[in-house]
């Protein structure tokens, strides 16, 4: 698999990233309407959703506004920019990533 340099300054990213930035980034990912997952984005964004609940109290119990996450909405901003294929490399290195956690 060749990676463009778009791809991997997000996958540098993603690896300076903590645990809970990684399922914020997984979670937008899953519920935007701009990325072209190949992936059951429901199913991915309801898996996610229950992982970050059950270590960050403040998603668990307050209304998240990701807007507040500046690299999370850079990241996807950088994503939207890329091809549908580069999109599906970001997102299968990230998902991976996210399940080595627990």
């Not at 500046?70 to 950088?78: N, P, R, T, V």
């Amino acid at each position: 698999m060749i990676w463009t340099q778009k791809i991997n300054y997000l996958i540098n990213m993603i690896n300076d990233m903590d645990s809970k930035n990684k399922l914020r980034l997984a979670i937008c990912m899953s519920d935007s309407n701009y990325t072209n997952l190949k992936y059951d984005k429901p199913k991915m964004y309801k898996y996610f959703d229950n992982m970050l609940k059950e270590i960050d109290e403040e998603y668990r119990t307050t209304l998240i506004n990701f807007a507040k996450y500046h690299l999370i909405m850079f990241a996807m901003a950088k994503i939207m920019e890329m091809t549908k294929e580069e999109q599906n490399q970001v997102a299968l290195y990230l998902f991976n990533n996210v399940k080595i956690l627990q």
